[in-house]
């Protein structure tokens, strides 16, 4: 029996970086940031399906916008874009979504081990794509042939202090290499030694494992999680070929047990298992405004615009015009700033600051102007 390769993409997050553009019914998945013909998420399946087939993509989301992303990817099968119960953080949602794709392929004779899961990201920048599935196809070989977990590290291009890092193994020259160890978010000072080192990556996020290799190391590492993956089985079977609307029925109560913890602190970082591919391609993770500096073309003064804008006198800014009926955004003397307007809301905020974007969420939150989010 030949082997199966699948696709995870994990498409729940919100992307309050990028308000007023990212709503709760169109967060930066759904937004064209880097494409202006398609959103990242219909990116992100096109980036991987000369790969690996469509029909072995799977997306796992929330259930408010489980209808938006099969709207946006009519050419995956509906049934393969299932609904969370509830927000869990990522280690609950790679058991629920692994546990799918076991019962989805079992009817066709497919063991665990006979299934391998690339779970990739629904809204990061990655250039050139042929790269990245050469990248893609050296991690899932190598965890194919192992049993183990690989990761894609980025070469890290500058002493980010935003991101996690991977300490790996550089004694032996192998383009797969052992990780140490994974490292929080570093201080400027840390983050600068760890460019000077060069064995240390950033963390992708993107992971590789055969079905079998991944619950073996949640039996070791999160035996809560592993346990109750016995009762999602039951639940899930036969639901797999069914198109449903919201989370798979009867799993509710499952997850409400389940303990709210990430991927990185459930398995990643207490695992001996785990390898890294070290990326051969461009990569941003489209965190807040100010990527679109790294990501889209800028002009002469650096200014970066999308839709109608007239910009005099400026530099170094994002402007960002989705206001409908032929309204424009003009601006003289600007510096550093970021302007971004849809037809109800208008954002404005200096470059250094887009970090803070995500607190205007969290303030009309708070004053029940859900009408605004």
Not at 37 to 54: D, Q, S
Not at 137 to 166: C, H, K, N, Q, W
Request: net charge negative; proline share 5%.
């Amino acid at each position: 029996m030949s082997k199966i390769r699948s696709v995870v993409i994990m498409a729940g997050g919100s992307g309050e970086r990028f308000y007023p553009a990212s709503r709760l019914r169109k967060p930066k998945q759904l937004l064209r940031l880097v494409a202006d013909n398609k959103t990242m998420i219909e990116e992100a399946v096109e980036r991987i399906v000369p790969l690996i087939p469509v029909e072995h993509i799977f997306i796992i989301t929330s259930e408010l916008l489980q209808n938006p992303i099969r709207d946006a990817l009519p050419q995956l099968p509906p049934e393969n874009i299932i609904a969370e119960p509830a927000k869990k953080n990522t280690a609950p949602c790679l058991a629920l979504i692994c546990q799918y794709i076991t019962e989805h392929y079992a009817p066709k004779g497919y063991s665990q081990e006979d299934i391998s899961v690339a779970v990739l990201t629904a809204d990061h920048f990655m250039r050139p794509a042929e790269a990245f599935r050469s990248t893609v196809d050296t991690a899932l070989s190598f965890a194919e042939d192992s049993g183990d977990i690989v990761t894609i590290g980025i070469v890290p291009t500058r002493p980010e202090t935003g991101y996690g890092y991977i300490h790996t193994d550089q004694s032996a020259n192998k383009l797969v290499k052992k990780v140490l160890s994974f490292k929080e978010k570093p201080d400027k000072e840390t983050a600068l030694s760890y460019i000077a080192d060069q064995s240390y990556y950033w963390n992708s996020g993107m992971f590789f494992w055969r079905l079998d290799g991944f619950f073996r190391e949640l039996a070791l590492h999160a035996t809560e999680i592993y346990s109750l993956c016995v009762d999602l089985s039951e639940q899930l079977k036969g639901k797999t070929k069914i198109v449903q609307q919201g989370a798979p029925s009867g799993i509710a109560s499952i997850y409400d047990v389940m303990p709210s913890i990430s991927i990185d602190y459930a398995l990643m970082e207490k695992s001996q298992s785990i390898w890294v591919v070290p990326s051969t391609f461009s990569w941003d993770d489209v965190g807040s405004w100010d990527a679109l500096f790294r990501t889209k073309d800028s002009d002469s003064n650096g200014n970066v615009t999308m839709g109608d804008v007239l910009i005099i006198d400026s530099k170094e800014c994002v402007i960002v015009n989705e206001q409908q009926d032929e309204k424009i955004i003009a601006c003289v003397g600007l510096e550093n700033t970021v302007i971004v307007a849809t037809n109800d809301v208008t954002v404005v905020c200096p470059v250094e600051h887009v970090q803070n974007v995500k607190k205007i969420v969290e303030t009309l939150r708070k004053q029940n102007k859900t009408e605004y989010l």
